[in-house]
């Protein structure tokens, strides 16, 4: 055998394992949902647990900044802050940390 592949130490049997390597750390992407009670912004998000994740606000969906650090139990967890109606509409999501 010869050719770049070759040269550079990876074999074709290293290539086709490396989807089976790589499946088994995917990771389905989070979801959310929010109810508005009594003041409070109630938001629960899906994941995996043993994993960790921020949750992160914006205003303009370009700046992001870390609210808090989770990690789900039974697949979810929930963030929870006042509701303030001086404030403009804002957006939240989670990011898997690394």
Request: glycine fraction near 8%; charged fraction near 15%; charge should be negative.
């Amino acid at each position: 055998l010869s050719g770049p592949q070759t040269n550079w130490g990876i074999s074709d049997a290293a290539y086709e394992a490396l989807p089976a390597q790589l499946l088994m750390r995917l990771r389905p992407e989070s979801r959310g949902s929010l109810d508005q009670t009594n003041g409070l912004c109630h938001l629960r998000f899906t994941g995996q647990d043993g994993f960790f994740y921020y949750v992160e606000n914006s205003l303009n969906l370009l700046n992001w900044t870390v609210r808090q650090t989770n990690t789900p139990v039974n697949g979810s967890f929930e963030f929870t802050e006042p509701e303030d109606p001086g404030l403009p509409p804002h957006f939240y999501r989670t990011r898997l940390m690394p």
